[in-house]
C-alpha cells in the first residue's frame, strides 16, 4: 500500500496522465471522471496520481483540452495525491457541491466512468459510488453523458512506456535467477514448500520486493498443483508458476525440471511434449504482431501442440501483465470467452506471457507429463520479442 507518491515514479505517472489525455482527444471525449473513496482502485491511482491507497475520497478528472483536475480531502492531499495535477479543490466530507462546480464549469458532453461489463480492470466504480455520482450530478444529465471507460483504461495499462517495460524485464531477469538458486537446491529429501519458501525468502537479496512460486510436482498423468509439502522423487516433473516483483510490477514465468535417477535418460513423451511448447512457442512469438486479435494468437499457438499429438490445456494462451500478473487488456485467449476479452487488437509496446502447456489445467492425458514453458514477450511490429532469456533446454536433476 503507498500512500505518497514515489519520487521515482514520477516521470511514469505524467507520461501515463499524457497517454490518457491523448486518448481523450483521439476519441472525441471531453472527460474521464475517476470517482474514488477509501482503498478502491489502487493500480489505477497509482497510475494516474501517485499513491495506492485513498484514505478519503476523491474525484479525478481529465479533460480533452489537457487539464487535469483532482478533488481531495485534506489528508490525501497532504498525502501527496494531487501532485501532478495542474488544479486541486479540497472539500471537506461531500464531494457534491465541488464537482457540481467543476461539472458547470467544463460542461463535457461526453464523459468517461470506469464500469465495463467484460474488462475487469474497468470495472471499478462500484454501485453505490454510482449512485453517489448520480447524486450529485443526476440533475446536470450524468446518464445522458456517461460513456465507459473501459477503452481507456486498457490503452493506458496494457500499453506499456519503456520505463513499465524495462521494470517488467528486470522483475523477469529476478525470477531467473530465483529459479537458478531453485536448480542449485534441488537434493534428494527437498520439498515443493521447500522451494517456494527459498523463492519468497531469496527475492530481496536480488532487488525485489517479494516473490512467489505455485509448485506442481507430478509422475507421469498426474497433475497435482502445490506446493503441499510434497517431497520431490525421481520420476516426476517440477513446474514453477513463478514471479518476482519489482517497483511495482511482476513477472510471470514457468521452469520446468526433471528429475532423473542417477544417468536416467530424459523420458521421450516428456521430450515430445518440450518439443511441441518450443515450437509453439516460436510460432507465437512469429503471430505476436500488432492489429493482431488475441484469439488468432491462440489459436495458431495451441495448433502447434496439437499438431504434434497432444492436446491443448483449457486455458487461455496468454495474457497481458504489467501491474499485476493478469493486467489489462486483450487476452490471448477464446473468442467466446465474454469476461476474458480476446477479440481485442494487440498493440505495439503490450506485453503478454506466451503459456503452452500440457496435462495442466483442465485435460488430462494419462501417459503425459504434466509440464509448462510460459515466457513473456512484447509486441512489435516485427512479432514478438521476449523480454528475458528463455528456458531453451529441459533441466534435469539427478538424484
Not at 101 to 127: C, H, I, K, M
Not at 159 to 180: G, Q
Not at 349 to 367: A, C, E
Request: hydrophobic share 40%; charged share 25%; with cysteine.
Amino acid at each position: 500500500m503507498g500512500l505518497v507518491p514515489a519520487p521515482e515514479d514520477a516521470a511514469l505517472i505524467q507520461q501515463k496522465q499524457q497517454q490518457a489525455l491523448g486518448y481523450l482527444r483521439d476519441n472525441d471525449i471531453d472527460a474521464w471522471l475517476v470517482f474514488v473513496r477509501e482503498g478502491s482502485e489502487p493500480i489505477l491511482t497509482s497510475l494516474i496520481a501517485g499513491p495506492s491507497y485513498i484514505v478519503q475520497n476523491a474525484a479525478f478528472i481529465f479533460t480533452r483540452d489537457g487539464r487535469r483536475i483532482a478533488l481531495l480531502e485534506p489528508i490525501d492531499i497532504q498525502n501527496g495525491a494531487g501532485t501532478y495535477f495542474d488544479e486541486v479543490i479540497e472539500f471537506r466530507f461531500d464531494v457534491g457541491q465541488p464537482l457540481r462546480q467543476v461539472w458547470a464549469r467544463l460542461d463535457p458532453r461526453r464523459v468517461a466512468l470506469n464500469y465495463s461489463a467484460t474488462e475487469f480492470a474497468a470495472d471499478g466504480l462500484t454501485l453505490g459510488m454510482y449512485r453517489r455520482l448520480l447524486d450529485a450530478l443526476g440533475e446536470l444529465g450524468l446518464e445522458q453523458r456517461m460513456v465507459s471507460a473501459e477503452n481507456l483504461i486498457v490503452a493506458i495499462r496494457a500499453v506499456k512506456t519503456e520505463e513499465e517495460r524495462d521494470r517488467l524485464k528486470t522483475a523477469a531477469e529476478i525470477t531467473i535467477e530465483l529459479a537458478r538458486e531453485m536448480s542449485a537446491a534441488l537434493k534428494p529429501g527437498i520439498t515443493d514448500s521447500d522451494l517456494a519458501d527459498l523463492v519468497r525468502e531469496r527475492a530481496t537479496a536480488h532487488g525485489a520486493s517479494g516473490a512467489s512460486a505455485s509448485l506442481a510436482v507430478n509422475g507421469v498423468g498426474k497433475n497435482v498443483k502445490g506446493p503441499l509439502g510434497k517431497v520431490i522423487e525421481p520420476g516426476q516433473t517440477i513446474v514453477s508458476d513463478m514471479g518476482a516483483v519489482y517497483k511495482g510490477y511482476k513477472a510471470d514465468i514457468k521452469r520446468l525440471w526433471y528429475v532423473a535417477a542417477g544417468d536416467e535418460p530424459i523420458p521421450e513423451v516428456l521430450r515430445r511434449q518440450w518439443d511441441a511448447c518450443q515450437a509453439s512457442l516460436a510460432g507465437a512469438l512469429k503471430a505476436l504482431r500488432p492489429g493482431r486479435p488475441g484469439y488468432e494468437v491462440h489459436e495458431e499457438a495451441w495448433a502447434y501442440v496439437e499438431e504434434r499429438g497432444f492436446p491443448r490445456d483449457n486455458h487461455s494462451y496468454g495474457h497481458q501483465i504489467g501491474r499485476e500478473a493478469h493486467d489489462a487488456g486483450p487476452w490471448l485467449g477464446e473468442r467466446a470467452n465474454p469476461y476474458r476479452p480476446a477479440e481485442g487488437r494487440l498493440e505495439a509496446g503490450m506485453v503478454v506471457t506466451l503459456d503452452p502447456t500440457i496435462n495442466r489445467v483442465g485435460i488430462s492425458r494419462p501417459d503425459a507429463f504434466c509440464m509448462g514453458c510460459e515466457e513473456m514477450a512484447e509486441v512489435t511490429e516485427g512479432g514478438g520479442r521476449l523480454l528475458h532469456e528463455p528456458q531453451d533446454e529441459l533441466w534435469v536433476a539427478r538424484f
